[in-house]
């Protein structure tokens, strides 16, 4: 597979690399199976898909130790990428940045990661009662100390810890260039997709004036972009996309004319290429610097998805792209 450089520390991955918080957080419960997770990471990691992207609260922890169990085995075949920040509470989520708190969740990560160095060290979320230089500094400590090769930082809250009227990224504009001061960043991690494309007008031209890395969330649109989900199918009451306005069979059945397009570019390719790729490519293609990750807890999917870093669009795909309908259905 394609190779791509991340960021301050020049990490290289492979252009595709693998979203695992599908197999232990924000999907259905039921549809998590330890086995096919286990398979699905060794199939990215035969495929040279090397970026594996975890967190301490995917589970909370669970997902961590399901990664460690490869790790164990094979550490030298994969990028470790995870996060630390928030805590998982019976009904809640809490941002917590206190220094103290993020050494002990950086010791306890390596733990359950079954390894002695963390390649990609990412701020899951600003804590909103901590300067974030504060949090920052704890984990440049953590880089000092040769626990954590490279810091990253997450803007994918954007949405929500946005002021009325502000534009989405404004505030984490703002927020990087104050933890730049202290150690540089290596990657920002923020959702880009097909249907969610704000970050390619209001944070990668900050990362690549930079050098740094950008991992995309979400490039898959949650599943939709697949083409594989049925309108008015519903959806599991664990599921992120029960809530989710673009989720709901009105607005999966208005945003159907964007999984027709990606079909439509898909076949233009061979009869084999599908729309996920086609979304894929469509990332990749927003620079060299973007990563995306996929999250994926099937080896047929996580195969697919690496196939995506074969697949070049060419200007008119991307014209084609451009002009498809905005998505309906918002957050905001
Ligand atoms: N930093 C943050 O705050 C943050 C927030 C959200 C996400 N992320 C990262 O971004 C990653 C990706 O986001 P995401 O997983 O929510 O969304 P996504 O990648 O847009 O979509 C994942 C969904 O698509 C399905 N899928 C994957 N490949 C497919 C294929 N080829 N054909 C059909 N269906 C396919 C998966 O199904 P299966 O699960 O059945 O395989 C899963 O339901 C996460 O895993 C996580 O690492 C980070």
Excluded at 168 to 192: G, H, I, K, N, W
Excluded at 271 to 293: M, R, S, Y
């Amino acid at each position: 597979m394609e190779r791509r450089t991340i960021g301050a520390a020049a990490l290289s991955v492979g252009a595709v690399g693998l979203g695992c918080m599908p197999m232990s957080w924000a999907y259905s419960t039921s549809r998590q199976h330890g086995g096919d997770s286990l398979r699905a990471v060794h199939r990215a990691l035969d495929l040279g898909a090397t970026l594996l992207d975890t967190a301490d609260m995917y589970g909370p922890f669970t997902n961590e130790l399901l990664l460690g169990r490869v790790l164990r085995q094979r550490r030298g075949d994969a990028f470790v990428s995870t996060k630390v920040g928030l805590l998982v509470g019976d009904q809640h989520i809490v941002a917590n940045g206190r220094p103290g708190y993020v050494r002990r969740a950086c010791d306890a990560s390596l733990r359950r990661l079954q390894t002695d160095v963390i390649d990609l060290y990412q701020l899951h979320r600003a804590d909103p009662e901590i300067p974030v230089e504060e949090t920052w500094g704890a984990m440049a400590e953590l880089v000092r100390a040769g626990k954590v090769r490279a810091l990253g930082f997450c803007a994918v809250g954007a949405r929500s810890a946005r002021r009325p009227g502000a534009r989405l990224y404004d505030a984490t504009v703002r927020q990087l260039e104050r933890v730049q001061q202290v150690f540089p960043v290596s990657a920002v991690e923020a959702e880009l997709s097909v249907w969610s494309p704000q970050a390619r007008e209001a944070l990668l031209p900050w990362c690549a004036a930079r050098g740094v890395g950008f991992l995309a969330a979400m490039p898959l649109g949650n599943g939709f972009l697949t083409g594989t989900l049925t309108p008015g199918e519903g959806f599991e009451a664990d599921d992120l996309r029960a809530r989710h306005p673009r989720f709901t069979a009105e607005m999966m059945a208005a945003n159907q004319p964007i999984v027709a397009g990606l079909r439509r570019v898909a076949r233009r390719h061979g009869e084999d290429v599908t729309p996920a790729q086609v979304a894929l490519a469509w990332v990749l293609a927003q620079g060299g610097q973007v990563v995306p990750v996929p999250g994926a807890k099937r080896e047929r999917w996580v195969a697919e998805n690496a196939g995506a870093a074969d697949l070049r669009l060419t200007e008119a795909d991307l014209a084609e792209i451009a002009e498809l309908p905005a998505a309906q259905g918002s957050w905001d």
